[in-house]
């Protein structure tokens, strides 16, 4: 069964200018998470899927450059879009869809998630962080009852998908379009895994907690 993991990047981007390229611990953003697929445990292949080669010069060794369609960069162009161009050109059992605005996230977590895929337990897995509290949407509350309400350890907790990385046997995308199947495994990831960097905030808060990790580590 073969899996291939892969990396949709464009060198420019809207909300934060170059921000896959920005240095997050001395290395470009887009260099952490492909190491984190290089380093994983039954990954066959890890690819960078971008319109410019350039983008080789910011990644760690071992990486795959496919060339995607420059209109694939349009600002309104869906990510679905870029997954089922990647998925028509490179046929794999089971894809490792990952992106670079998440740095922190642990080769352990994606090797546990694609595990549970390999299982045949589920047909999908996705980095998750686990939020318990009193939540609502659209002015109602999600995870508890207003006339009954719980202990905060008590409570239901709602599940808020990361970008770190989405696992999927390849019929869960070409037959029903989706990157989450019908029995998907959580993988939980919380503090620095769960950093998700789309705004110059984020990439600052992710600069400062590598720089504590570093000070931790020395």
Known sequence: MKTVAFVPVKLNSQRLPHKNILPVAGHPLCWHICRSLLK?????????YCSDERVMEYLPEGVVFRLRDRRLDGDLIKGFEIYRSFISEVDADIY????TTSPFIKTASIENGLAKVLSGEYD??????????????????????LNDVPRTQDLEPVWAETSGFFIFRKEVFTEYNRRIGFKPYIQEVSGAEAVDIDEKEDYVLACKLAEAEEKMNE
């Open 124 to 145: 999908s897995a996705f980095s998750a962080e686990r939020i318990q509290t009193f939540a609502w949407y659209q002015g109602k509350p999600v995870n508890y009852d």
């Open 40 to 48: 994983a445990r039954n990954i066959d292949e890890v690819y960078v």
């Open 96 to 99: 490792v869809l990952a992106h």
